[in-house]
């Protein structure tokens, strides 16, 4: 088997690559292969009830397959610099914006008509979040919702198939180098490509540090974000969902001066689980079928952690934390802000006489035995700063789900063109540590696929 350009992994990076080489060569011989399956086969066999948990397939049918991790999101395009990613550090704040909002047309094109398009601009909250500690950051954001984001990703499929060789449950296993390219190994089969986009995502991770270190390409990683997802009735943040839609909102903490954020606002959505390599977080989701609403809203409260030397295993300490909510609470725990303030564990008892109808089923626990000290603190902080701007959000029926850990994927060394110490071989999307989000993953893909067409 032998092509131009072979791309791994087919998540938003995955795909826009190959998007954009189809239309700017479209005589490239181009092949994805991909550890998950296609996207009509893509189906989590928990079901709330004969599988209750997580069974551990082989490939996880939520994080890989076509569309990768983003395939059952919210689809939030947001179209920013100031979080998301730091393509801009690598290509330029203009660029990565043009790209941005290239990717964006593509989208409505393939199925995302009639979507909204929120954006900050203009808006009153800047102001009201300043006077109470808070910033609002700045953003235009693309709500697909879950159910459009998969109609555009069976477009896109439909576009490429005629013109991509698509490789389905076909795991890569070694990435080796070659004189004039690149061979991959998968099973007991081989293919070499001129041209070589790895675009493995966060499930790929472990791989790509294998990768890295096979093939001396220095990486680093020093960050991991852990928190709790907010769920709360829908109508006490109606005022900042209803204009803004996702408000990415920080607040500096008093007590550690540490950054705690919002992150993935859901209006009127659902909680629901997340599996990285084994172990349950939480994670949230929303529609834009009216049917599927529901009354609440969810938003995640993150705290960074930067470690600096000699600590290196950032995700490790994450994943320790995750490991502690899933050994006490068999997955995630919910628990309720009052609960918390009071200090003492939720029980089923408690979150039934509550008002807020918890819309994932989560084991009621006490989330202080589960995240250290000066992370909660923080969390309980920026949620009393919260009430301020939207009053209620301090209640004691606010359930808080935890936890919920944000992974980076080591940072690959690369150079303008994305490209690693190996010419022809470039890294894109969150595998390479660049990118965090749909729009930034995807905005990398075509930057790589328009520096290749012109190269070849
Ligand atoms: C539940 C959830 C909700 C989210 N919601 C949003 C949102 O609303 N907005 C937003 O901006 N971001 C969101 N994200 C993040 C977003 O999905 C990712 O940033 C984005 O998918 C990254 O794209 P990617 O192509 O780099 O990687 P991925 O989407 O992770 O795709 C990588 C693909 O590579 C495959 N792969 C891995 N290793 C190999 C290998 N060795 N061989 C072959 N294939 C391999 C994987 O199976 C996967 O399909 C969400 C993530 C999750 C999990």
Redesign the pocket.
């Known amino acids: 088997m032998k092509y131009d350009v072979i791309i791994?992994?087919?998540?938003?990076?995955?795909i826009f690559s190959a998007y954009e080489l189809t239309k700017k060569k479209p005589e490239l011989k181009v092949a994805i292969?991909?550890?998950?399956h296609s996207l009509e086969k893509r189906r989590c066999p928990i079901d709330g009830d004969k599988v209750k948990t997580c069974i551990g397939c082989k490939?996880c049918a939520?994080?890989?397959?076509f569309?990768?991790?983003?395939a059952?999101?919210?689809?939030?395009?947001?179209i920013t610099n100031d979080f998301?990613g730091t393509l801009y550090e690598y290509i330029g704040k203009e660029k990565a914006t043009r790209l941005m909002k290239y990717v964006d047309e593509i989208n409505v094109s393939h199925g995302g008509e009639g979507t909204k398009m929120y954006s900050t601009a203009g808006t009153d909250f800047k102001k009201s979040c300043m006077q109470n500690k808070l910033t609002l950051l700045e953003a235009s954001v693309r709500h697909l919702g879950t159910d459009i984001n998969y109609v555009v990703l069976e477009h896109l499929y439909d576009e490429l198939k005629p013109q991509v060789d698509f490789f389905f449950d076909?795991?890569?296993?070694r990435l080796e180098i070659l004189k004039d390219g690149y061979r991959i190994h998968f099973g007991d089969n081989s293919a070499d490509c001129r041209k070589c986009i790895v675009?493995?995502?966060?499930?790929?991770s472990k791989?790509m540090e294998r990768v890295c270190g096979e093939l001396s390409i220095p990486t680093k990683s020093n960050r991991v974000d852990i928190g709790v997802r907010v769920e709360l009735p829908a109508v006490i943040f109606a005022h900042l969902t209803d204009e803004l839609y996702e408000s990415k909102i920080v607040y500096r903490t008093e007590k550690f001066e540490d950054n705690v954020r919002t992150f993935?606002m859901n209006p009127y959505g659902i909680v629901?689980n997340?599996n990285t390599n084994g172990i349950i977080t939480v994670?949230g989701?929303s529609f834009e079928d009216e049917e599927k609403k529901t009354e609440n809203t969810n938003f995640a409260l993150l705290v960074a952690k930067h470690f600096s030397e000699p600590f290196k295993d950032s995700n490790g300490y994450g994943e320790g934390i995750a490991r502690l909510s899933n050994m006490l609470g068999g997955g995630v725990i919910v628990q309720r802000f009052g609960d918390l303030e009071r200090g003492r564990r939720s029980n089923q008892k408690r979150i039934e006489e509550g008002t807020v109808r918890p819309t994932l089923a989560a084991t009621p626990g006490d989330l202080s035995l589960v995240l250290p000290n000066r992370i909660l603190d923080g969390i309980v902080e920026m949620i009393y700063a919260l009430d301020k701007i939207a009053p209620g959000t301090a209640n004691d029926d606010t359930l808080l789900y935890g936890v919920e850990v944000k992974f980076y994927n080591m940072e690959v060394e690369l150079d303008k063109n994305l490209e690693t110490r190996y010419k022809g071989l470039y890294v894109?999307?969150?595998?390479s540590g660049v990118?965090?989000?749909?729009?930034h993953?995807s905005a990398s893909?075509v930057y790589v696929a328009d520096r290749i067409s012109e190269e070849m």
Do not use: Q
Not at 8 to 14: D, R
């Open positions: 791994i992994g087919a998540g938003p990076g995955g292969f991909e550890a998950g490939t939520i994080m890989s397959g569309g990768g991790a983003g059952f999101s919210d689809g939030k395009y947001n998301g076909t795991p890569v296993d675009s493995v995502g966060r499930s790929g791989w993935c629901v997340e994670n989701h894109i999307g969150d595998g990118t965090h989000s749909l729009s993953a893909g």
